[in-house]
């Protein structure tokens, strides 16, 4: 079966601090992946998705960049991290086979 | 660009009844899907049931069916006999078909309280 594991569960980074959160997936091959962030326990809002690795497309302009080195890993970076980065951020995966897109335990940032 | 609306910020239900929480969308698209997913206080985010907009017929999970009114962009979702479980925010969301299938543009949710 596929699962999808994220880390850090749960960050507190000050003001200009770096970032690296990482989602793998397994089970599966080739996933499309996605970085979403949920703010103040609201909507999700979709920052980037990755169709294959070095592929990666932007949804939102930010201070937030991802990656996407291995088929099933998928890192959300930041140079310097701001007050509105906080929040929580989960990562998710679909795949072809039955249309639905799976969701991690996401990470709670607190930036300071 | 797509969104989606939810009108109901907060809903409440007795055990063992049935509540309707609301949902518009706006969109321009043809192929597209819709869905509704819970998050529990554990926040993970669950699917709930899914609706592809080329079917007339409503989906159905067990105790959980869709008003799918495609002319008037309208997707609720009913949920009968209601149990505590059941007490989450439930989000709305839309997604492209095709090549952009999975891109979801979620609703702000509806926080639901089940009443023993």
């Known amino acids: 079966s596929q699962t999808i594991h994220q880390w850090p569960a749960t960050l507190v980074q000050p003001v200009g601090s770096p970032l690296s959160l990482e989602c793998t997936v397994e089970g599966t091959s080739n996933p499309n992946l996605y970085w979403y962030r949920q703010a103040a326990g609201r909507g999700l809002q979709l920052l980037f998705y990755s169709v294959g690795i070095g592929q990666i497309s932007s949804e939102v302009p930010q201070n937030l960049s991802a990656s996407r080195p291995q088929d099933r890993q998928f890192i959300l970076s930041s140079k310097k991290l701001l007050l509105s980065d906080s929040g929580f951020y989960l990562c998710a995966w679909s795949g072809s086979f039955d249309g639905r897109e799976y969701f991690g335990p996401g990470t709670r940032l607190t930036v300071t | 660009a797509q969104t989606v609306t939810q009108s109901q910020p907060e809903m409440s239900v007795q055990e063992a009844e049935t509540v309707t929480l609301s949902c518009t969308y706006d969109?321009?698209?043809?192929?597209?899907?819709l869905f509704w997913y819970k998050q529990p206080p554990s926040r993970q985010m669950i699917l709930v049931i899914r609706?592809?907009?080329?079917?007339?017929q409503n989906a159905t999970e067990n105790r959980f069916s869709v008003n799918f009114q495609k002319a008037a962009k309208s997707f609720s979702l009913k949920i009968s006999d209601s149990q505590l479980g059941d007490t989450a925010m439930y989000f709305c969301a839309f997604s492209p078909g095709g090549t952009s299938y999975g891109k979801l543009t979620f609703g702000q949710g509806t926080i639901l309280t089940v009443h023993p």
């Open positions: 609706q592809e907009a080329y079917k007339q």
């Open positions: 969109t321009s698209e043809n192929n597209y899907y």
